[in-house]
Every structure is written in C-alpha cells, then in structure tokens.
C-alpha cells in the first residue's frame, strides 16, 4: 500500500468512526513526531486529511488539536530522551546506521540555530523527528527544550489541521461554485 492509501485509510476510518479522531490523530502526531518511527508513519498527510474532516462533518477542532499537540511533544520527548541517554551510540541504531546523514544535518541545525532549532525543525520532514534526538545528544538545557517543544506541538498540529480545514472550505466553495 502506498504513503497515499495509508493516509487515506486513516482518513476513511476517521470518517466513518469520529469518536477515534483524537486518539488517532495523537498516535499520528507521536508518531511522526518520534525519532525512527517518523520515517515510517505518513502522518502529515493524514493529519491535514482528517483536518478536512473538521469543518466538514462537525468534528470539534480543540480535543483533537490538544490531543495531536500532547502527542507530537511526547513524541519530541521521547527523541530527546533517547538522545540524551544514549548519545554516540544512537548512531548505531536503524535507521541511523545505514542513513547516518540524517543525524549530522540534524546536529549542524541544532548546533547553528540553538534552542529556536526545535521550533523550526517540527516544520521540515526528515528534521522534525532528528532535531529532538540531536537536542538531546548535544544535552540542550531540559526546560529550554520542552518550552520550544510544547510551543511548537501546539503552533504545528494546528497548522496541520487548519490547512486541511482550508482545503475543504475552498474545495467547497469551487463545488458550489461549478
């Protein structure tokens, strides 16, 4: 099954049973969120998806933005967590030993950009899930990390979700205006 099918599935599944929107759009933010596991999950593109389903079939936007917040900063957590205890040794860990490219461009961003680094790294792929392990591996300052952290959870998932609840607005507006 392709990255598309997957995040339509979700999407299908969200639609067809709303009382699992939040826990699934936590276990989405988490996971794309999480070091190693990020590469595997298309979450973004189900979160935007599920964000069409918002306005379009009255899911309430505040439970699932918290819940896809608390699960993008957990997830960040965990990668810094990870980082912070095992440090030189993550390079050995898959995917990292066979991609060890990831971690370095990761450890420059943070090395450059500081704290605002976890702030800016949630918005770019491959960087949302290393940038934590790097914080973590370089022993940024805890509390500095998890402020950056939680901010940036609750600015990314709302703008996940906010612009699939554009795409359906506009999508309908070209509907009703063909």
């Not at 060890?100 to 605002?116: D, I, S």
Request: charged share 15%; glycine share 8%; hydrophobic share 60%.
């Amino acid at each position: 099954m392709t990255v598309e099918g997957i995040a339509t599935a979700v999407v299908d599944f969200v639609r067809e049973h709303q009382a699992w929107t939040s826990p699934i759009v936590f276990a989405l933010a988490f996971a794309e969120s999480l070091a190693f596991i990020s590469l595997l999950v298309p979450a973004w593109s189900a979160l935007v998806g599920i964000g069409t389903l918002i306005a379009a079939s009255g899911i309430s936007f505040w439970p699932v933005w918290l819940a896809g917040s608390i699960g993008a900063a957990l997830g960040d957590w965990v990668s810094y967590s990870v980082g912070y205890r095992f440090k030189d040794h993550v390079v050995e860990m898959w995917p990292l030993s066979r991609n060890p490219e990831l971690l370095v461009r990761a450890e420059k961003f943070v090395a450059r950009w500081g704290v605002p680094s976890i702030f800016i790294g949630r918005f770019f792929g491959p960087l949302r899930a290393f940038v934590p392990l790097a914080a973590g591996i370089f022993e940024m300052p805890y509390w500095y990390f998890q402020l950056a952290n939680f901010s940036s959870a609750l600015v990314w998932c709302a703008t996940l979700l906010l612009v699939g609840d554009i795409i359906s607005e506009i999508a309908e507006w070209i509907w009703k205006a063909i």
